[in-house]
């Protein structure tokens, strides 16, 4: 079974500051796929960035990053120079079995940016 | 614009009371799913649909049902059998190939009388 694995239930950074949202995955599975959600107070889930499990480079997408390191299991989510529209709940999610497309969801991640 | 539209935004359940959860999309997308939120957790998925007329339980299905009967649609039942139905509840659809990110639907809060 796959598993997500989120330590940091909140956080608090200064405005223009870089911040790391920590996940770790357990998964049997050679082939997957993690993706990282952002989800404002308003409830919708905003996608951010994806990852495959055999890409050779990390991802990127404008001011997210992703620092894989698939030996220790874990897809951290990097955001550089933190806004004030950045404050939200931000999950991590793995696809499961291949054909499926299921994911399953890591417990979040508050992020609070203060100006 | 293409998107997926959670229909209604609030909800009211009264007590044995069957109430249905409208999720629509037009994206064209083969698969479909619904997931429950409740405060401050990670979403969990109840049920998922990747074609037509076909659909498997997630890992809380015990007190839903839902319907595959159109692609664009996927309509979710909340039944008197859930004993606690009060949560926020998001569908997703994607294509159906493994790097395309699932799209969400801005959600429904359902809450108890």
């Known amino acids: 079974a796959q598993k997500i694995t989120q330590t940091q239930p909140g956080m608090f950074v200064q405005e223009k500051e870089a911040v790391t949202l920590d996940c770790t995955y357990d998964t049997s599975d050679p082939s997957y796929g993690l993706f990282w959600y952002k989800q404002p107070s308003s409830g919708e889930m905003i996608f951010l960035i994806y990852q495959g499990s055999y890409d050779q480079q990390n991802a990127t997408e404008g001011r997210y990053s992703l620092n894989f390191q698939k030996a220790r299991k874990s897809a951290n989510l990097v955001i550089s120079a933190s806004q004030l529209g950045d404050s939200a709940m931000y999950f991590c999610?793995?696809?499961?079995?291949?054909?499926?497309?299921?994911?399953?969801f890591g417990q979040g991640t508050r992020l609070t940016i203060n100006p | 614009d293409g998107g997926i539209t959670q229909s209604p935004k609030y909800l009211f359940r009264k007590e044995g009371q069957n109430v249905t959860l409208s999720c629509e999309q037009n994206?064209?997308?083969?698969?479909m799913y619904w997931y429950r939120q409740d405060p401050g957790q990670g979403l969990r998925l109840i049920y998922y649909s990747q074609i037509v007329n076909d659909f498997q339980k997630g890992d809380i299905a015990e007190g839903y049902s839902v319907s595959r009967e159109k692609k664009e649609s996927f309509p979710l039942t909340v039944t008197s059998a859930q004993k606690n139905p009060t949560a926020f509840y998001l569908c997703?659809?994607?294509?159906?190939?493994?790097?395309?990110?699932?799209?969400f639907g801005d959600g429904t809060r359902l809450s108890i009388l």
């Open positions: 999610a793995m696809r499961g079995r291949f054909g499926a497309q299921k994911l399953v």
């Open positions: 997703a659809s994607s294509p159906g190939t493994g790097r395309q990110p699932q799209h």
């Open positions: 994206l064209n997308h083969d698969a």
